[in-house]
């Protein structure tokens, strides 16, 4: 498969959250803002693609018995480094995320990469799977949490990143839609974007 239609694949047609609504835990809980979606998405994405390649590289090695205890341990390995790196040097996002962060060691969708895809193929085809899924699952996040903080707070990439703060935008700012960045708002907005892709969807097959 060409790397373009490995990428439409992962970002749309095989999204992990809209098509196989997998790590919706993540997905619901971190995109009350974008600034959170895109470094939840970005985390993730890296954690995704190291481990996948170097459960790639092992998978030889790698007792049948102790592979998912296996698994995991590499995937916390990455989540750790990922963890205290952001710690570092991104506290503000590190802080935002919370326990969020340290649970990418549990999301299903790298744990079932590593089971269904790495641990079966070659270096190279497992981190391009690790790419097409981490933008696919970025991806899902970054539309949540654009329309979720949009109507909720009436911003854009609100929250302070290295002394940057967010945009105010006219109209939604000043009539901000409260719930939206609530617990509720999550699921709402999860149920508008799977019925427009529904939508989308069967005007495609009618045609």
Known sequence: MKFSEQLKSGVILDNPVFMQTIGLCPTLATTTS??????????????????????????RIIPDKIRIAAFITIIATFVTMI?????????????????????????????????????????????LDGVVMGLGFTFALVLMGFFRELLGAGTILSGYVNGVNGIAVPFFHSNPMVMMILPAGGFLMMGFILAAIQKIMARKEDK
């Open 83 to 127: 963890d205290l790196s952001m710690q570092a040097f991104l506290p503000s996002l590190a802080s935002s995320l919370g326990l969020f962060l340290p649970l990418i060691v549990v999301n299903c969708i790298i744990l079932g990469r590593a089971e269904a895809y790495a641990s079966k193929n070659k270096v190279l085809p497992s981190a």
């Open 34 to 59: 974008l600034q959170n979606a895109i470094g939840m998405g970005a985390a993730a994405t890296v954690v995704l693609i190291c481990s996948n390649i170097v459960i790639s590289a092992m998978r």
